[in-house]
């Protein structure tokens, strides 16, 4: 099936700054894909680039087999949600819904009830008469998704949609934008710097380092199995060891990234022995680090959270064990950009 | 920051000698509009409403007035369009040039008056060879209008960013549908502070008057310059002393009023 959005050599220069280099990118149609990176790794260029907000230095965006790389932001078939919301502050929340309707010429009560139509579908009924100022951040966002998507474009950008929200109400967000993405099966585009929105929202994942994609597949993949150190703390943590290391843990001697929830403090035989250096309560579970005995490094393992009777101890003895589908052969740092 | 009570008396005290040195002469001005006494002096013999009915039926005085408003409306008119213009060209866009640009837009506003002057006066007369009118006049005053009108719509625009012209053309605008939408709707506050700041300046502005408008063209700071001295008529200068102030602070207070209460909008 042709691509909702192909992206062919893509690069971005600022001045003498590198944003975004030979970038080659396949989205589906009907996927939820992300674009995971610490700020200034490029993402949202390509986002921007997408949305026709930025002319790329060279390569070409196509939309749905269209090559749009020449066209203005209001000639492509597909809306933003900013990360600010750019909600236009001297209209009623309505009339910010109804704003793309209006410019297209949409008929006053037409538009009034599509408008109508998508802040209900974000649970907004009955605050079509506000301004953005009297909204909260939560229905601040929700006025953005609803103006972008009352246009049914049909792919949707978000720039770090859920930067702003505390983290109840992120997590809230989440599923309501799994499910708005589900109800209305296009193409979602999701730019963020959260790692765990990313692996809990997305079919796939584009991680960005220095303007490229470092690793590219689906949440499992990528944290299961990351290409290289970069990757490997940035996406979740890791103990990253040493191919010396790696081999006195029976593994191949190549530098590994190990995911703590992998490591086993209690090994039956064949563990390497250690000490517990800190023992870090988090809630639900504990992050325990420990000394490797005659190995001069350390490992964390994640235990859940069990009951005081079976907390560990500072001091206490272990045999560590590394469960070998746990561990991620890297390859070396990726190259610089 | 706490200060102590000898400091907070003497700052108190320099503030209220500096506010009366100011404010203390405007107030003579309008005893003087309601004096008996003929000439200026000090102080006032008696009160009368005289100077005040004479100063209603000087026609000099009101065609003055008139000439003042219409080269204060023309002017501001010219700097709006320009400025704003300006404003968006600035903010929105790199080009080369764009600091020395925006350097010689505002510089007219700290130039000596006098030597705007002599500059456009020798420009219109000499360069172009044309002689001095109402036109002339009110093109100098443009130059230093346009700077309050664009500086008020730059920051203005500085301070929002591209994000609601982005949400807009995102969403289907075009760049004209976006600026009467959106730019135009935001920036109107902003547009009105510059423009009532630039008509208090046009207003009462009378160096760069005096080389720039043409014979018989007599705005009402001229006009009292012309009458001050003249006897009888020192009281009725006064009178439209005070009728310049009240016209030049009302404006002024409105604009303030209307950035401050926009920058409150914006923050939120």
């Known amino acids: 099936m042709e691509p909702a959005i192909r992206l062919r050599g893509l690069h971005k220069r600022f001045g003498d700054t590198v944003a975004v280099a030979d970038l080659d990118l396949d989205i589906a149609a009907g996927e939820f894909f992300s674009m995971l990176g610490p700020s200034g790794s490029g993402k949202t260029t390509v986002l921007r680039v997408i949305a026709g907000f930025e002319q790329p230095t060279a390569g070409t965006v196509e939309l749905f087999g269209k090559d749009v790389t020449a066209l ?19 209209l009623s929340v309505i009339a910010n819904v109804e704003y793309g309707l209006r410019v297209a010429g949409v008929g006053r009560r037409e538009r009034r009830a599509q408008a109508e139509e998508a802040l209900a579908s974000v649970r907004l009924a009955g605050l079509e008469d506000r301004r953005p100022h009297e909204l909260s951040g939560g229905q601040r966002q929700r006025v953005a998704l609803a103006r972008a998507v009352v246009l049914r474009p049909q792919a949707l950008l978000l720039d770090e949609p859920l930067g702003a929200l505390d983290l109840k109400l992120r997590e809230q967000m989440q599923v309501e934008l799994k499910e708005l993405q589900r109800s209305l099966g296009i193409t979602f585009i999701f730019v963020t710097h959260d790692q765990d929105e990313a692996l809990t929202l997305s079919d796939r994942v584009a991680v960005f380092d220095a303007g490229r994609v470092v690793q590219l597949g689906t949440p499992r993949e990528v944290y299961d199995h990351p290409r290289n150190p970069f990757i490997a703390s940035f996406v979740g943590s890791s103990t990253l060891l040493e191919p010396a290391i790696a081999e006195a843990f029976g593994l191949p001697a190549v530098a590994t990234a190990v995911r703590p929830e992998r490591v086993t403090l209690d090994a039956p035989a064949g563990g390497v022995r250690g000490t517990i250096a800190e023992v870090i309560y988090t809630g639900p579970e504990h992050r325990i680090v420990v000394d490797l005995e005659g190995l001069g490094t350390r490992i964390t393992a994640l235990e859940p959270n069990m009951g005081a009777a079976h907390e560990r101890r500072r001091g206490d003895a272990v045999t560590v064990a590394i469960d ?14 | 920051m706490q200060l102590g009570r000898v400091a907070r008396w003497v700052l108190g005290g320099i503030t209220t000698v500096v506010l009366a040195l100011i404010y203390l002469p405007l107030g003579v001005v309008f005893l003087n509009s309601i004096s008996t006494s003929e000439s200026l002096t000090w102080p006032p013999p008696g009160f009368t409403l005289e100077w005040w009915r004479r100063a209603m039926h000087s026609e000099g005085a009101f065609e003055a007035l008139g000439m003042s408003v219409m080269v204060a409306l023309a002017a501001s008119a010219i700097a709006l369009v320009l400025g704003t213009l300006a404003a968006m060209a600035l903010s929105r866009h790199r080009f080369f040039g764009k600091e020395s640009v925006n350097l010689l837009i505002v510089l007219p506003i700290a130039l000596p008056g006098i030597v705007t002057g002599i500059a456009l006066n020798n420009a219109f007369r000499t360069l172009m060879g044309v002689q001095l009118a109402v036109w002339t006049l009110i093109i100098a005053h443009a130059t230093f209008c346009i700077v309050t009108v664009y500086n008020n719509a730059f920051a203005r625009l500085n301070a929002s960013g591209t994000r609601l012209e982005e949400a807009s053309m995102d969403l289907g605008a075009g760049l004209f549908t976006t600026f009467r939408l959106v730019t135009f709707p935001h920036l109107k506050s902003a547009l009105m502070a510059g423009g009532l700041l630039a008509f208090a300046l046009s207003f009462d502005e009378i160096i760069v008057t005096t080389f720039t408008a043409g014979t018989g063209v007599t705005t009402l700071p001229l006009w009292i310059l012309q009458n001050m001295f003249r006897p009888n008529q020192a009281p009725v200068v006064a009178v439209i002393a005070v009728i310049l102030a009240v016209v030049s602070v009302v404006p002024l207070a409105i604009a303030q009023r209307l950035t401050a209460k926009d920058a409150e909008a914006v923050s939120r």
């Open chain 1, 72 to 90: 203005a932001p209001f000639a492509r078939p597909v809306n933003t949600v900013f990360q600010d919301y750019a909600l236009f502050p001297h």
């Open chain 1, 324 to 337: 070998p589908a746990g561990a991620a052969a890297l390859e070396s740092e990726a190259p610089a950009a």
